[in-house]
């Protein structure tokens, strides 16, 4: 016995397309990031550290550091936030870490 499928009934919902079938890649950025190479420090765990701002948008940083840092932990960064690139501290959140630094989001 054949079985009838009628137009949109009984058939498999199409997947969501991944981020490169869709044309977006993993690394979709709400802020144009800019490279830079400069020297910060910054409170994380009620302590002080140094490393280096090695990019830098409008939504966060990423510090070239070593350590380890608590992902979800918040951060207080020193580094040429403002318009005319006066060093301003900018409280965020350590979003990710890897074994060169550190992904900090920028929060109000």
Do not use: W
């Not at 830079?36 to 966060?60: M, P, W, Y």
């Amino acid at each position: 016995m054949v079985k009838r499928i009628m137009p949109g009934i009984n058939r498999p919902k199409p997947s969501k397309p991944s981020p490169r079938q869709s044309g977006k890649s993993r690394n979709s950025r709400v802020h144009a990031r800019k490279t830079c190479s400069v020297e910060t420090h910054f409170a994380a765990d009620r302590q002080l550290f140094e490393g280096i701002i090695k990019n830098l948008s409008a939504g966060g940083t990423y510090i070239q550091v070593k350590g380890r840092f608590i992902v979800g932990g918040d951060i207080i960064v020193a580094g040429p936030f403002a318009a005319n690139q006066d060093e301003v501290k900018r409280r965020g959140k350590i979003v990710r870490m890897d074994g060169q630094g550190i992904g900090v989001r920028f929060v109000q």
